[in-house]
DNA sequence: AGCATAGTCGAACATCCGTTTGAATCAAGT
DNA sequence: ACTTGATTCAAACGGATGTTCGACTATGCT
């Protein structure tokens, strides 16, 4: 039938693929058996040893598969931005979380983003490794992009401002529920991916230009009530 | 020698929850076995179930031995925050962020609160459910606030900064590693506690101030690159 | 003293897990 | 037709897990 032998076989990896992306997105890589991905996907459960080895490179497979994309794109934004003369803070923001903003906004992407934001806190140290080895280059060059917009901040207070930045994205992409506790109305239905953006963007470019004290942090300036 | 005959009982249940904190912290719900906590805790590993019931039991005892005097101490806060005059953003800001972020700062508490942080993005739903409830008035109480500073704001635009403060506190409590990854210098050795919750009372209150477009959310108000 | 009870303990329970094995299957090459 | 190599399959492996059980201990009460 199919002039091409190792069609099957690929056909069975991205099964698998497909399906350990959704389950570890539902219910967390622990709470997700080899028998659980395998009955999903419609095949053996020895085909995941077979081909990706053990279930831990198969969790660093689906993440592989997609954030190197992800961040093909982000480091194409940056280089956009850059020829563009590096002013626009909007931009370089949009450059570092509009791919995976994006990406949540594809069904097929919701899930994985999912994934992605629950993975910053994900205890598995080697998983940890794995991603952070992802991110590295790509964090380095916005680090650097970042210091050059906002050259007026002292490096602390930067890396401090870019963690926020982070950990907001993380927390956006994880989905967590505590969002219609917040939000109780229904804000988010079909994710208004664009309308989203532009409200994070609004949010941290202000805070990334927010004046910093002449006191660098050393004593808070907060009025405390009364 | 003790007149108490309840006491060691005591000892033991909160031996194990001592236990089960660290270790939670530290290798997660799934990740961490039974044994391995009353193991850690010097106790059999029947009393477990004896004292708790379930292992599900004990993950929702641990939450809410710590989650209830720090939202009592919100609520505290959020009082003489009423009494001062309702004006201060800076002062709610605190009143939010600075309890988990204060528990943060001592040896005891700075594993629950990363505990804590990560049991956002949990994947558990009965987790959720629980630790949804502990916070539900809590967090009821501070929207309303927040829109008593913030009038200006609509109601979308205003929760959804509500959330990327969430957001934004949840990653910081649950200390992920990439934190060292943006910050290569050595930033948070005794973790500064003050000096980060005045940075992030900084970024936040510009954030939530940060100006709102006449077309609410619907265009997105981005410049892009070029 | 003697009973009742709360707590502890070791041992086992049934189940699920990731991984391995060896035979079966199938298309391609000679 | 026969071999080769890659892939699939059912079955089992050893180990870890949450939970339960029954015996044992020690304390408080009458």
Redesign the interface.
Known sequence: MFDYAQDMGKETREAILDAAEALFA???F??TSLRAITQAAGVNLAAVNYHFGSKQALVEAVFARRIEPMNRERLA?LQ??E??GCG?L??LI??FAGPPLELAGEPRGARFVRLL??S?????ERL?AAI?GM??PV?ERF?QAFARVLPHLP???L??????L???L???M?G????R?????R?CDPL?V????????????????????REQ??????????
């Open positions: 539902e219910h967390g622990r709470g934004r956009r931005w020829a563009a626009d909007e931009g949009d450059a934001g629950r910053y806190t994900e205890p598995d940890q952070r991110y590295e964090i680090k490096a602390p207070e890396y401090w401002r870019l963690h926020f982070v950990g907001l993380a927390y956006l994880s967590a529920d505590l969002m506790l917040i939000a109780s109305c804000l208004d664009e309308a989203l953006k532009s409200r994070l963007q609004r949010f941290v470019a202000a805070g990334l230009r927010a004046p910093v004290p942090g050393a004593v808070p300036a907060v009025r405390r009530g009364g």
